[in-house]
């Protein structure tokens, strides 16, 4: 499945996204683990605080903290 990971700062209301990416996973779980690489290897003007995964169409799958610290339950 491919999913698209954007990398952003939030501040107040306010997002600035520093990158997107495209990734190829089978699962959600899986997309969470390479956005937990990539935010480590990936040269961004800035360190994002936050991400977000969404899919083919769009849809948001997920959103949270850009530093690894991802929920269990997924």
Known sequence: ????IEFYRSRDADEATL???SLEAPNLRAALQGATALFHTLAM???PDRLRICDDNGSELYAGPADGAYPTEI
């Open 1 to 4: 499945m491919n999913f698209f």
């Open 45 to 47: 003007p800035q360190i």
């Open 19 to 21: 990158d997107k990416v």
